[in-house]
Nanobody
Framework: QVQLVESGGGLVQPGGSLRLSCAAS????????MSWYRQAPGKERELVAS???????FIAAAVKGRFTISRDNANDTVYLQMNSLKPEDTAVYYC???????????WGQGTQVTVSS
């Protein structure tokens, strides 16, 4: 079982940048596909970006060209670099890990991102 802890959220002005981090512990990080989801008030949780064990990435259309996902297997961490932030990016951002062997999925506690002037 893996434990996931997000950090890096906060308040930023439109056009600004933030980098979210998700630190994993308790299991072999390299065996997990990792993803970032977000949930805005009154909306369903949505996939923002994902990265496979091999480093292949997917970026949702709403954030393509502005967000990038990366992973550091040596430090058991996945990152979400968010540039050119917009008010509609305001949400709680969650880290998700999918164990590729047993298909179990795990969630972090979430980190708030607020984009406002």
């Amino acid at each position: 079982q893996v434990q996931l802890v997000e950090s890096g959220g906060g308040l930023v002005q439109p056009g600004g940048s933030l980098r979210l981090s998700c630190a994993a512990s308790g299991s072999s990080f390299s065996g997990y596909h990792m993803s970032w989801y977000r949930q805005a008030p009154g909306k369903e949780r949505e996939l923002v970006a994902s990265i496979t064990r091999g480093g292949n990435t997917f970026i949702a259309a709403a954030v393509k060209g502005r967000f990038t996902i990366s992973r550091d297997n040596a430090n058991d961490t996945v990152y979400l670099q968010m540039n050119s932030l917009k008010p509609e990016d305001t949400a709680v951002y969650y880290c998700n890990g999918l164990n590729t062997f047993n298909r179990n999925t795990y969630w972090g506690q979430g980190t708030q991102v607020t984009v406002s002037s």
